[in-house]
């Protein structure tokens, strides 16, 4: 006999009865298990679209390619799930129908947020209210309600049967505090500030609110916005798998995604000049077109597709099962970014985007660039390069300048070197100093190995004691500084810092550190080594640089092009690709902790010369170079640069005495020279 049927059995009052009977089911309701469903089959059985945005209420039927993108946000195989994408495509119904399938189904706390609590205070009263109605809402959330004490309602936190949803405004550190969940989502995540009040940018703190949960689930997308300072393009560039929605051609049957094409593309949009209506999509495989007609089934929905995964070649189709390049049923990337813009939204006719590219262009022409910058973050869905300022690779190599690379030229006086470590090889760069910190380039070095094996630092070790014909006299000169990055193979750096500091001069590791307040020659902590194990208590210290601030340096020395104080000096045998990477970056200004400061974003992948760059000059104002006066240099000058029949191994007085090698090193086999890249693409050139 149940507890329900023993209250109803006494003497109580049938009133009361009923109310114990009621409470026992509600509260038994918590421990019931629901048939599991995906997203895409509950949100059809279940959902509706209530909010006041919607432009139709009642039943879902949620498109070809939106059925995969709800599935994707409820597979808990699929860790984190990252969407760049347009308007129009329905994304912030799906996001709603994702938040009340965690209330309804899957029983699941959750913590939503949006840029600002205003963001939140519209996005709550527009899209959740309305479905959380009792009356015209989602029915299925009515057996999951609370009621009486403990049914918290407000607009930050609402409370369920087995479930809390907190929504939350991203700009304040402490809405990322005290709350645990299974299940994180930030919207419009291109739209928060690149760190949150110094505590550290916002996917980061979302995700440690999920430590703890036995299926963790993270959801961020967003419309990208600038390039290189986007949240969801950087969260894309570092997911597992990159899907876009593919359909079949119905001219030769292949399937291709759709595309905006180009000019410099025979494929995707084309269209008379002026005439809109004329659009057309050509298929990159056969190269017939298609209408959006075409396009759209006889329902006017989006006909069916396949999403294909652009680095694993995984798929997942109409069939709604992941499979592999072979056809396999296969897991789904652990992680995974999804790419959609308007095209794809039967919502918005093809014609209405090419009116607005060519309204943006003539705009453009005039040098208003907010249209078009409109145009390729909310309807292609991409991110907008802004122009910043920087330096120019073509006109940097312009100048370059007759002397041989590894040869000291006349007026430098002290070398430092910075090191980049990568996971299969080494980058080193010696630059010369002089008088005002006038600099040069004397050598470029790849080494190639890996930094988890002890004996291959070896190398690296020899040729940072290696030594420097001067240009002007027979003497030769070694490195009174080395600064390399730990930022990647961190353990393995400290390692080698700790055993290589005792015959290698002034050698720091250092981490490169983005911050406003962070000088050139940052602060210095002790670190503790952990290697295989083995923990070194006194450790060794890690430098901080101030790298955007040395940027910032950089960026007005190559504006000289006089020799003197600040000049930078190139040799006319360094390849095109050392000007793109000293370039790779240009200086923008953007929003940081909710006010304009000027940021440093890629522009290219490939950086490691700026790095070295940095890191070089952090060596060198470990010397004090940068403190040093007219006399202090003079002495320097006095012992570098001697009568012809002396010889001269020199080093400022700030710096302790280099180690130096009883020869020249030879290279090993596996050292490069910088060369440009080939033209397959594979790496540098082995040889100049």
């Known amino acids: 006999m149940t507890l329900?049927?023993?209250?109803?059995?006494?003497?109580?009052?049938?009133?009361?009865?009923?109310?114990?009977?009621?409470?026992?089911?509600?509260?038994?309701?918590?421990?019931?298990?629901?048939?599991p469903q995906r997203l895409g089959d509950w949100a059809k059985a279940n959902f509706m679209l209530a909010g006041e945005s919607s432009h139709q209420k009642g039943g879902w039927e949620a498109w070809s390619l939106q059925v995969g993108v709800l599935d994707f946000m409820s597979d808990d195989r699929i860790k984190d799930f990252v969407v760049r994408k347009s308007k129009r495509v329905g994304y912030t119904k799906m996001l709603t129908a994702f938040v009340v399938y965690n209330i309804a189904h899957r029983r699941r706390k959750q913590a939503i947020w949006q840029p600002t609590d205003d963001d939140r205070d519209s996005y709550v009263k527009s899209e959740i209210d309305p479905v959380l109605d009792p009356e015209t809402g989602v029915k299925a959330v009515n057996a999951v309600r609370k009621k009486g004490k403990g049914s918290e309602d407000t607009m930050k936190l609402k409370m369920f049967l087995g479930s809390a949803l907190h929504l939350l405004g991203g700009k304040a550190a402490r809405a990322f505090r005290r709350i645990t969940v299974a299940v994180s989502i930030l919207d419009e995540w291109s739209k928060f500030d690149q760190s949150v009040e110094?505590?550290?940018?916002?996917?980061?703190?979302?995700?440690?609110?999920?430590?703890?949960?036995?299926?963790?689930?993270?959801?961020?997308?967003?419309?990208?916005?600038?390039?290189?300072?986007?949240?969801?393009?950087?969260?894309?560039?570092?997911?597992?798998?990159?899907?876009?929605?593919?359909?079949?051609?119905?001219?030769?049957?292949?399937?291709?995604p759709l595309t905006w094409g180009g000019k410099k593309f025979a494929h995707g949009f084309k269209w008379e000049r002026g005439k809109p209506e004329t659009v057309r999509h050509v298929c990159p495989h056969c190269h017939e077109s298609i209408t959006q007609a075409d396009y759209l089934s006889a329902g006017g929905l989006p006909a069916p597709g396949v999403w294909v995964c652009e680095r694993t070649g995984k798929r997942y189709g109409m069939d709604r099962v992941w499979r592999d390049s072979a056809g396999m049923p296969c897991a789904p990337p652990r992680t995974l970014g999804l790419h959609v813009w308007a095209a794809y939204s039967p919502q918005r006719d093809w014609p209405s985007i090419v009116t607005e590219f060519e309204e943006a262009l003539v705009e453009l022409e005039?040098?208003?660039?907010?249209?078009?910058?409109?145009?390729v973050n909310e309807t292609l869905g991409e991110t907008w390069e802004l122009q910043g300022q920087r330096s120019d690779e073509h006109a940097l190599q312009a100048r370059a300048e007759p002397y041989k690379l590894t040869v000291v030229p006349k007026g430098g006086l002290v070398l430092t070197a910075g090191v980049d470590v990568q996971r299969n090889r080494w980058e080193i760069t010696v630059w010369a100093w002089g008088r005002g910190m006038e600099s040069w380039v004397v050598d470029v070095i790849v080494l190639e190995g890996n930094p988890a094996v002890d004996d291959d630092w070896e190398q690296v070790t020899a040729h940072l004691q290696r030594r420097y014909k001067q240009e002007w006299h027979g003497g030769s000169m070694g490195l009174s500084a080395i600064s390399i990055d730990s930022s990647d193979q961190t353990q393995a750096v400290y390692n080698w810092v700790r055993t290589a500091q005792h015959i290698l001069p002034r050698l720091s590791a250092i981490k490169g550190d983005g911050a406003e307040t962070v000088n050139i020659l940052g602060a210095?902590?002790?670190?503790?080594?952990?290697w295989r194990g083995q923990k070194v208590p006194k450790g060794i210290k890690l430098w901080r640089v101030g790298v955007d601030a040395a940027k910032d340096l950089l960026l007005g020395q190559l504006e000289i092009d006089k020799p003197g104080a600040g000049c930078v000096h190139f040799s006319d045998e360094l390849p095109r690709e050392f000007y793109e990477q000293l370039t790779a970056e240009q200086r923008v200004l953007s929003k940081v902790n909710g006010r304009d400061a000027y940021r440093w974003i890629k522009r290219r992948p490939r950086n490691e010369q700026l790095d070295n760059r940095n890191y070089a000059l952090h060596a060198a104002y470990r010397l004090g170079l940068h403190k040093f006066t007219d006399k202090d240099w003079a002495k320097v000058?006095?012992?570098?640069?001697?009568?012809?029949?002396?010889?001269?191994?020199?080093?400022?007085?700030?710096?302790?005495e280099p180690v130096p090698a009883p020869a020249p090193v030879a290279a090993p086999p596996a050292v490069r020279r910088m060369a440009p890249l080939s033209r397959a693409g594979g790496g540098f050139a082995k040889s100049w």
């Open 637 to 656: 000058e006095a012992a570098v640069q001697p009568p012809a029949d002396l010889f001269s191994s020199p080093v400022p007085e700030a710096a302790p």
């Open 366 to 375: 005039k040098g208003e660039a907010g249209p078009m910058q409109l145009f």
């Open 524 to 530: 210095s902590s002790l670190q503790e080594v952990n």
């Open 4 to 35: 329900a049927t023993k209250a109803t059995s006494t003497m109580l009052h049938p009133e009361t009865a009923a109310a114990l009977k009621a409470a026992v089911h509600a509260g038994m309701d918590g421990f019931r298990a629901e048939t």
């Open 198 to 256: 110094k505590a550290g940018d916002p996917g980061g703190l979302a995700k440690g609110r999920l430590e703890g949960a036995p299926y963790p689930k993270f959801v961020g997308g967003s419309t990208p916005l600038l390039k290189g300072l986007c949240h969801v393009e950087r969260a894309c560039e570092n997911t597992e798998g990159m899907v876009r929605f593919h359909i079949d051609c119905p001219r030769c049957g292949v399937e291709h």
